[in-house]
Every structure is written in structure tokens, then in C-alpha cells.
Antibody, heavy 120, light 115 residues
Framework: EVQLVQSGAEVKKPGESLKISCKGSEKSFANNWIGWVRQMPGKGLEWMGIIYPGDSDTRYSPSFQGQVTISADKSISTAYLQWSSLKASDTAMYYC?????????????WGQGTLVTVSS | QAVLTQPSSLSASPGASASLTCTLRSGISVASYRIYWYHQKPGSPPQYLLRYRSDSDKQQGSGVPSRFSGSKDASANAGILLISGLQSEDEADYYCMIWHSSAWVFGGGTKLTVL
């Protein structure tokens, strides 16, 4: 079964950098797309971007372009989401999720989420 | 105007049916879209339930009971998630999603209360 295991909760100060991870369990990790979804406290889901670990093809939601960087290391079946300078408004739960393609397909398997808290 | 609009809350009784709607913005025809449905219980990640475009283009998520089904109401320009035989465990937030303009777009979610 597909499993996505995310890194643990983080508490950071405004202006700090951060990189969180999402490790896949299956050998075909490189052949699927891994997306990132934000959920701010008490709010709904927002798609941030997606990457194909096989060749690191990456697409961003216009709302998040330039705000975060998505990357992957297929040799260790891991995708990443990073910030260079965090803001308090980045406080949220972040989920990674698998998709079969960049297109009209579902996110069928989800990580457990990484809670990021940004506070001075 | 948001691309997808969902009622913020809905209540229904155990054993009854609940119809959750996902209305597409004017100018975007529901007929063209696959509607994806997820639910999320407190403290847990979203879970994929199903997708529905038409009776010939639909898919149930792995392990999702058949009492969850999808449909559309063309007159309302909306996708519908129907849950029959409601159980207390169905109490959750429900989100719809579409693939629109090369991006995945979620609705704001409906909190379903079973009481």
C-alpha cells in the first residue's frame, strides 16, 4: 500500500527558513506526482504545487509561485517543501499527497500532515 | 466569486441520507468537469472518496462504501455527494475539488453533523 510519511511539527520564527519532507513507501514513487496542500487553522484546503520526482518537473499554483520551493530526491523517494523566509501567515498544516498525473486526476493517498507554526 | 461554493454546514439524522452540493461559478459548466470528493475527520488528513463526471466516468475510492455516490444537478450547475444510511462516523468536513485552468481547486468545505 502507498504510504507517505511526513516530517514532524516545526516551530519557527518569522524570517527563518524551513524545509519539510514527505517520504514515499513504494518503488514507483518516482513515477507518480506528489502535490502539496495547505490548510490554515480552521480553514479549507489549498493546492500549492506539485512535482514529478522522476525528472523534478514542478508546477505551482499562481497563489504560491515565488512563495515556496518544491523539490524532490528520487533516490530516497522524498519530496520537499521549503521556505526561505517564513511569515506568521505561513502557520498551517501542510499535506503531501500523491497524484497519478498533472491533470484531471485525484489525490488518492495523503501524508499525515506537518504542522508549521511561525511565531515570534 | 469563488470557483466552487459549498454550504458551510449540514445536519442530518442517523440512517437518513445527506446530499452535499458543490456549486460551480457562473460561466463554468459542471457538465465539463470531474468532481472529486474528500472527507476529513478532526486531526486526520483528507481521504479521497470518489470522483464523478457522468455515469460512464466515475470512480469509487479504494475501500469507500457504496453508500457514498456522486451525481450532478445540471440545472443548479452543481456536483452532488450523496451519502445514504448515515452513520455517526460520517460526521466530518467534506470537500469538493475540480481540475480548472491547469490547477486543482477546492471548495470551502461542508461540515456534516450527524445527530
Amino acid at each position: 500500500e502507498v504510504q507517505l510519511v511526513q516530517s514532524g511539527a516545526e516551530v519557527k520564527k518569522p524570517g527563518e527558513s524551513l524545509k519539510i519532507s514527505c517520504k514515499g513507501s513504494e518503488k514507483s514513487f518516482a513515477n507518480n506526482w506528489i502535490g502539496w496542500v495547505r490548510q490554515m487553522p480552521g480553514k479549507g484546503l489549498e493546492w500549492m504545487g506539485i512535482i514529478y520526482p522522476g525528472d523534478s518537473d514542478t508546477r505551482y499554483s499562481p497563489s504560491f509561485q515565488g512563495q515556496v520551493t518544491i523539490s524532490a530526491d528520487k533516490s530516497i523517494s522524498t519530496a520537499y517543501l521549503q521556505w526561505s523566509s517564513l511569515k506568521a501567515s505561513d502557520t498551517a498544516m501542510y499535506y503531501c499527497a500523491r497524484n497519478l498525473g498533472y491533470g484531471d486526476y485525484q489525490f488518492d493517498y495523503w501524508g499525515q500532515g506537518t504542522l508549521v507554526t511561525v511565531s515570534s | 466569486q469563488a470557483v466552487l461554493t459549498q454550504p458551510s454546514s449540514l445536519s442530518a439524522s442517523p440512517g437518513a441520507s445527506a446530499s452535499l452540493t458543490c456549486t460551480l461559478r457562473s460561466g463554468i459548466s459542471v457538465a465539463s468537469y470531474r468532481i472529486y470528493w474528500y472527507h476529513q475527520k478532526p486531526g486526520s488528513p483528507p481521504q479521497y472518496l470518489l470522483r464523478y463526471r457522468s455515469d460512464s466516468d466515475k470512480q469509487q475510492g479504494s475501500g469507500v462504501p457504496s453508500r457514498f455516490s456522486g451525481s450532478k444537478d445540471a440545472s443548479a450547475n452543481a456536483g452532488i455527494l450523496l451519502i445514504s444510511g448515515l452513520q455517526s462516523e460520517d460526521e466530518a468536513d467534506y470537500y469538493c475539488m475540480i481540475w480548472h485552468s491547469s490547477a486543482w481547486v477546492f471548495g470551502g468545505g461542508t461540515k456534516l453533523t450527524v445527530l
